[in-house]
């Protein structure tokens, strides 16, 4: 689906309520995006500056990640396996003997 292409109104509304619960963390990664970039000259803002933008930028995308699937049901639908279950390993015994 193309960002550009309209969410059906259920969609809609799940975007709006994420977007709700990023809104405070959003804020704080753009206040430390903008002190960033204004505390930088012009020659500086490439290379290790272009960095630490794209991990900030990354740090928001894995919290509205986190957010989303926090949201969402857990569990499967299916069945259980029908693999069998390993047996109990055996406890561990001295392969050494002890010399009185």
């Given at each position: 689906?193309?960002?550009?292409?309209?969410?059906?109104?259920e969609?809609?509304?799940?975007a709006?309520?994420l977007?709700?619960?990023?809104?405070p963390?959003?804020?704080?990664?753009?206040?430390?995006?903008?002190?960033l970039?204004?505390s930088?000259?012009?020659?500086?803002?490439?290379?290790?500056?272009?960095?630490?933008?794209?991990?900030?930028?990354?740090?928001?995308?894995?919290?509205?990640?986190?957010?989303?699937?926090?949201?969402?049901?857990?569990?499967?639908?299916?069945?259980?396996?029908?693999?069998?279950?390993?047996?109990?390993?055996?406890?561990?015994?001295?392969?050494?003997?002890?010399?009185?």
């Amino acid at each position: 689906m193309s960002l550009q292409q309209p969410l059906s109104p259920e969609l809609e509304a799940e975007a709006q309520a994420l977007v709700a619960r990023l809104r405070p963390q959003a804020e704080e990664d753009l206040l430390a995006l903008a002190r960033l970039l204004v505390s930088k000259e012009d020659r500086e803002l490439f290379g290790d500056t272009e960095l630490e933008v794209r991990d900030l930028m990354h740090g928001l995308g894995a919290k509205a990640y986190s957010a989303h699937l926090a949201g969402k049901k857990r569990g499967t639908k299916g069945r259980a396996s029908s693999a069998l279950t390993a047996n109990k390993t055996p406890p561990s015994t001295a392969t050494e003997t002890k010399q009185p």
